[in-house]
């Protein structure tokens, strides 16, 4: 496990979840808005909008909020309009940094994202230096009462790529396009999904080895996630079991 799923593993350990709920709340707002205003309100119809609802819906958010949002985006409710945004760059070591955000003034936001990265031991880099180094991919997480091998085949025949140990779930990866309907037949398989959610998985992983350097992308990592304008952060980093429990200590 490594990048953007190590550093989740790391911020539940940290109880930082709950800190963040507030953030993850508008985040996922913004998501909803931006995909119905760009294809449209109806989920049947709007893959995106119906992987955005579903994501909200794991995450608690009210329905009335999430029709709102819905309505805002195709322009039935005033409101911002927002722009999703990607940022590339370096991490300390040479990890690589993709940055998603949703902004309503794209230069202030980028200017932002630049000096975050500057200040804390990163670099900015241009459009396409980094994303190479990722895939497009959707991960499910399943309750780990799941029996694996059982799991294995019931998501594989609906298009899964693989299932994964991950501590506390199991992960289930697919092709983005697929997400939806291996999610509906594992749940019709009688399973327990926690989330589902389309993500970036690094095709190459730096080890960090040593706690100083460690420590330094993973608040790098923190600051970027804690701007107002960030949905997401992925990396392509890995960090020892060992170099991680005394960084976490």
């Known amino acids: 496990m490594s990048g953007h799923s190590k550093w989740h593993s790391i ?7 709950d800190q963040a709920r507030g ?8 998501q909803i808005e931006v995909a119905a205003r760009t294809g449209g309100g109806d989920v049947a119809t709007n893959a995106t909008l119906r992987t955005m609802v ?10 009335d909020t999430i029709q709102r949002a819905i309505r805002r985006g195709t322009g039935e409710e005033e409101g911002v309009t927002y722009e999703s945004v990607t940022y590339e760059g ?13 902004t309503d003034n794209r230069n202030r936001t980028s200017a932002e994202i630049k000096n975050l990265f500057s200040r804390n031991g990163g670099s900015f880099a ?16 399943v309750d780990r009462a ?6 294995m085949l019931v998501a594989a025949d609906a298009g899964a790529e693989d299932v994964q140990d991950g501590g506390d779930a199991w992960h289930v990866t697919t092709p983005p396009t697929d997400l939806h309907a291996v999610r ?10 926690k989330s589902g959610d389309l993500t970036m998985i690094p095709t190459t992983v730096v080890e960090l080895n040593k706690e100083s350097q460690a420590k330094t992308v993973l608040h790098l990592m923190e600051v970027l996630e804690d701007h107002d304008d960030v949905e997401a952060v992925y990396a392509n980093f890995d960090i020892p079991d060992a170099v991680l429990e005394a960084v976490t200590a």
Do not use: M
Not at 132 to 138: I, N, T, V
């Open 90 to 102: 370096y991490a300390p070591g040479g990890v690589a940094v993709i940055v998603q955000a949703l």
């Open 11 to 17: 911020k539940h350990k940290k109880g930082a979840a």
């Open 146 to 151: 799941a029996d694996e091998d059982e799991l």
């Open 54 to 63: 579903q994501k909200a819906r794991d995450s608690s958010l009210p329905v």
């Open 126 to 141: 241009e459009p396409g230096a980094v994303s190479w180094q990722f895939e497009r991919k959707g991960i499910i997480d």
């Open 184 to 193: 509906t037949a594992i749940e019709q398989g009688g399973y327990k999904v």
């Open 23 to 30: 953030k993850l709340f508008a985040v996922l707002i913004r």
